[in-house]
């Protein structure tokens, strides 16, 4: 049992710790006030609903309780609302901490003020620059209807006495409207090989077989090659995935695989000497783009049949080097400092130009301005394809200069995704494809009488 004496101590301190926590809480807490620690006030209990209301009035929220408020009605007819971020700077200190100095006040609505107007700016440049980009393509849009209908009226039902016309050589030379792409181009290139429809069909038919009885190649077979070209027609599903794999139109489960598939195919029993060659994927994508199938099969074998492209089809390297020889002719009288630059750092047409060659620059340009360039390629046929590559060195000239010889193979076998077409137009129109009198094609003709010339081509 507890003595009098341990009661007393008990009462006491218990009485003590009563007396220090009733404190006044100045004397208790100084620094409340900087803090924000601010004594309970005994009041009336207001009524939750009445809380609410309250709040919707000063906050200027609209809600069940307040559906139109001032504030937001002042927002209402502002031209431009600020961010709620933004705005704070213009809200009024707590209660409980000490009230703005006028200057400070003054200086934050100074500040808000150069932040709306500054965002006033912006939004009006974008406007603008909007309102600009509208323009230009409306004016863009405009200008291809009325090519289109000048192509369609006047050009098309007289083709074979307006096609070399001088106005019409300067309307293709700006680009042929995508609606009548497809038809100058199967005009321009021509059916030289009298294929028809029918025997577009005997030739799938044929493929279709093949497919059916011959078993998938192995990679050794592959690697290896085949005296029997038709047997590559199952390599051409392994290519035809990495076909423009960014539209997603040609790979596996496509609207345009099958086509693909059976027009390469078809092509491969058409010309069994040839076969199928990686590359060709991208020439018969961009066809069928323009092009029914059939008519796009038609013209994928007449455009293969051409010189140039037999020559890399079939891996001429006699007629490959005089076509590299060729082009440097034409790269030193056109750019003697690059062409001296890559001279020095032995980088040799064929690290690039096959490329480019290979799939009509459409794998290595984009696909719209790759159409571009197929349109003058239609007309003036190989010569524009070595004329179209010295562009792009014109173009790229000052990029190519101060490269090696690494830098300089890596930028031309993967050039830049955005090339703006009226800026590489402009550079194929500044080369001159005549040298010391002699045009491209008296030039080359030399060339083949001449073997020797060729080969230091790639022995450099």
Sequence with gaps: MATPSLLLFIDRSLFARRVKDNRPVEQKDPGWKLFGKVPLREGPVKDPKRIQKEYETKSGRAGPGNPTSPRHGVRKNLDFEPLSTTALILEDRPANLPAKPAEEAQKHRQQYEEMVAQAKKRELKEAQKRKKQ????????????TAAQIWNQEILPNWS????????????????PPSVRGKVWSLAVGNELNITHELYDICLSRAKEKWRTTPAPSLEAEDAGSSDRESSLELIKLDISRTFPHLCIFQQGGPYHDVLHSILGAYT??????????????????????LDTADA?????????????????????????????AFEVFFEENLPKLFAHFQKNNLTPDIYLIDWIFTLYSKSLPLDLACRVWDVFCRD???FLFRTGLGLLRLYQDVLSPMDFIHMAQFLTR?????????????????????????????LQALQKDPERCSPVLKR
């Design 415 to 443: 050039l830049p995704d955005l090339i703006p077409a009226d800026q590489l137009f402009q550079h194929i129109t500044a080369i001159h494809m005549t040298s010391r009198n002699r045009k491209w094609a008296q030039v």
């Design 269 to 290: 029993c058409y010309r069994p000497d040839v076969g199928y060659v990686q590359g060709m994927s991208f020439i018969a994508a961009v066809l069928i783009l323009n």
């Design 161 to 176: 006495t307006t096609c070399t016309s001088r106005r019409v050589r300067d309307l293709w030379w700006q680009g042929i």
């Design 381 to 383: 046929h190989e010569e």
């Design 134 to 145: 509208l323009e230009v393509r409306c004016k863009l849009e405009e200008s291809i209807g």
């Design 297 to 325: 099969f038609i013209a994928f074998a007449n455009l293969l049949n051409k010189p140039c492209q037999m020559a890399f089809f079939r891996v001429d390297h006699s007629l490959m080097l005089t076509y590299f020889a």
